[in-house]
């Protein structure tokens, strides 16, 4: 690029070089991916006003902005300082990472905005972890959904493809900025965006998708290891599932008195008029996930290991600190699921209207309906609702909503038992 090219940007932008505080050069060039149909990214600074950004509901960083394609070579972005330094603030990686070019990709940097974005802590590694994660998380939607690709003349394919990478780069800087305080190397995964192209040139896309799964999946982990944002501290119940026979309630029930645990439950599922009988026990931990984890596991190989386990379940509090609050952390963060049990008084024909009522409502698909009966002397039933992609906040009002349901048909004080389930599979 040279002056000449510029001036002709600037002209056809109505801008002149004094309004100009930086120009980055960014994008496939400095990161060594370009090829001859490469276009050319830029992003000027200008002291000339705009209005202030507007930003996505769901989330504080995608925002509405104008892209100016220019002489069929240039994809050129222009933001006031005052917006500039907003997205540093958001820590959005598309400015984040012009701070940290090399210096032949900064065409011009009259303000250094890498000292402001440190001296008024815009730094924030939870933050750069989270933006990252949702770069990738963008990306994986765009795959599901038919977008049509913004740019003209090319395939929804090849957006989708170009942002699954984008989405590996941004955890790669992510990872960078959080280890080092800066960007060592804009072309440290480039290599991944040509082995991508041999998958994509050899299979399918799904074949690429299954990739950059397991790729973003390592990065990820490296993250979590740099920045904790899954550790939960609190109360917490283990619930173990055995193989149910005679034989094995009378050595648990011995093994139980032994160890001072009198939570043994006989639970006879039914669910579709699928009578499924489950033998359990619960424990309570009180500590910090995923560190509890060793002291649970060494606990069951203790004190089971005769036993056969077909499941163990860990479930916290949803008062313990650390639990996912809104719908972006927990969709960002964590895997896991929000459960509610209502547990209501025994009568058998109440529970038939309210299967009957739930079952008409599609708003509450995803229940399951249970009938629970303890130790086979006492009977109670409740109903179960999981919720997968919601934080606590917004499950709370769900739940809320669905108790005012329940209290409205059955007329009767209902009990609710609420968690956040974090394992749930046999790891013995």
Not at 305 to 333: A, E
Request: hydrophobic letters at 35%; aromatic letters at 14%.
């Amino acid at each position: 690029m040279n002056p000449p090219e510029i001036s002709l940007i600037l002209n056809e932008l109505r801008l002149t070089d004094d309004l100009i505080t930086n120009i980055y050069f960014h994008g496939s060039w400095a990161q060594g991916t370009c090829t001859n149909k490469s276009d050319q990214d830029l992003i000027i600074v200008t002291r000339k006003c705009q209005p202030p950004l507007r930003f996505q509901t769901d989330f504080d960083y995608f925002h509405e902005f104008e892209l100016h394609k220019l002489f069929g070579k240039y994809d050129v972005c222009v933001y006031s300082i005052e917006n500039f330094e907003e997205l540093l603030k958001k820590n959005y990686l598309f400015c984040v990472q012009c701070l940290f070019l090399p210096n032949e990709f900064k065409l011009k940097e009259e303000i250094d905005f890498r000292k402001i974005y440190f001296e008024k802590n815009y730094y924030d590694p939870i933050r750069i972890k989270k933006v990252a994660f949702y770069e990738m998380f963008h990306s994986f939607n765009l795959s599901h959904t038919p977008t049509r690709s913004p740019v003209e003349n090319q395939s929804r394919e090849d957006f989708v493809f170009k942002n699954f990478f984008h989405g590996i780069r941004f955890l790669d800087m992510a990872q960078q900025l959080i280890q080092y305080q800066t960007i060592q190397d804009f072309t440290s995964v480039s290599h991944l965006f040509s082995t991508m192209n041999q998958i994509r040139e050899k299979s399918n896309m799904n074949d690429v998708l299954q990739f950059v799964n397991t790729t973003s999946d390592e990065f990820k982990t490296k993250l979590d290891s740099l920045v904790a944002t899954n550790c939960i501290k609190g109360t917490f119940q283990v619930q173990i599932l055995f193989d149910n026979s005679k034989a094995i309630l009378e050595k648990l029930k011995i093994k139980c008195q032994k160890i001072g645990n009198n939570n043994l439950f006989i639970y006879l599922i039914d669910d579709n008029d699928q009578k499924i009988k489950q033998l359990m026990i619960h424990l309570t931990y009180h500590g910090e996930y995923p560190l509890i984890i060793q002291q649970i596991q060494n606990d069951i190989h203790t004190n089971f290991q005769d036993f056969l386990i077909k499941n163990v379940q860990i479930k916290s509090s949803i008062s313990n600190q650390g639990i996912p609050m809104n719908d972006i952390d927990k969709q960002l963060f964590w895997k896991n699921t929000f459960q509610f049990n209502y547990k209501l008084s025994r009568n058998q024909e109440l529970l038939s209207t309210i299967k009957t009522k739930l079952k008409a409502n599609t708003l509450f698909n995803s229940f399951t309906y249970c009938i629970k009966r303890i130790d086979r002397q006492k009977f109670d039933y409740f109903i179960q609702m999981s919720l997968n992609n919601v934080g606590l906040e917004n499950a709370l009002k769900m739940s809320d909503a669905f108790l005012s349901c329940l209290k409205r048909i059955s007329r009767n004080s209902v009990k609710i038992q609420q968690q956040f389930i974090l394992y749930d599979n046999n790891f013995i």
